[in-house]
């Protein structure tokens, strides 16, 4: 029973390119939500998405970054021109329901911006 | 209002020893209080979770006590073990929507 799963588990990206994290729910779970935690702090909520919808984005920075669950396929985070700021481990979490609340964590996306 | 406080930053316990751990909220519309125990290099994993219409939660070595009133709740790891030595997170929810987390404790457990 395989768990959440994120690839890359580390990227490392020169300011002005593109970031592209993956993510895969557990199998069974149709919601997905993505969390950043800088070194030293907690984890933040940026995103949650449901097949093909994004129900709540308000964690999102307004710019440079955007999310996607297609109907098939895993669960994409991009940050376009990365900055070094960007720098942080980027987690994603699954649930079966949006109102299950068991959330559970993938092992996580390093990004480094040299 | 959306934000949980969590302390100690760092706790430190002999083998054997209770290790207690503490959370405040603000926002009354929290219905979901997990425990997440996060090791270096690792994603968070669900440890013990409370809903506010019970006062404790127990699952093996770990309790959650929970004070509705008082809008705090905290996590006691009874007879701890080196192997607990990781960083435990608090968090909040409401509705399933997202999780407010905590700073975060880094527990040291010494043989």
């Known amino acids: 029973n395989a768990g959440v799963m994120q690839n890359p588990r580390h990227l490392v990206r020169r300011r002005g390119q593109e970031a592209r994290l993956r993510c895969s729910p557990m199998?069974?779970?149709?919601?997905v939500y993505w969390y950043r935690q800088l070194p030293e702090e907690g984890l933040k909520f940026m995103v949650y998405l449901q097949k093909e919808n994004i129900i709540d984005e308000s964690g999102m920075p307004k710019e440079r970054f955007s999310a996607e669950f297609p109907k098939e396929g895993p669960s994409i985070l991009r940050i376009q021109q990365v900055v070094r700021g960007d720098s942080a481990a980027y987690f994603c979490?699954?649930?079966?329901?949006?109102?299950?609340?068991?959330?559970?964590f993938g092992p996580g996306t390093r990004l480094t911006v040299t | 209002q959306q934000q949980v406080k969590q302390s100690p930053q760092s706790l430190i316990v002999q083998k054997g020893g209770i290790s207690i751990i503490n959370c405040a909220y603000e926002?009354?519309?929290?219905?979901?209080f997990p425990w997440y125990q996060q090791f270096p290099g690792k994603g968070p994993a669900l440890l013990i979770a409370i809903r506010p219409d019970v006062s404790e939660k127990k699952e093996g070595r770990f309790t959650i006590s929970f004070n509705k009133s008082a809008k705090q709740f905290s996590l006691h790891i009874m007879d701890s073990q080196p192997g607990d030595s990781a960083t435990y997170f608090c968090?909040?929810?409401?509705?399933?929507?997202?999780?407010?987390f905590g700073e975060g404790t880094q527990l040291t457990v010494n043989p």
């Open positions: 968090a909040a929810d409401h509705s399933g929507s997202r999780l407010t």
């Open positions: 979490a699954s649930s079966y329901q949006g109102n299950s609340y068991e959330q559970y």
């Open positions: 199998k069974g779970h149709s919601h």
């Open positions: 926002n009354t519309a929290f219905d979901y």
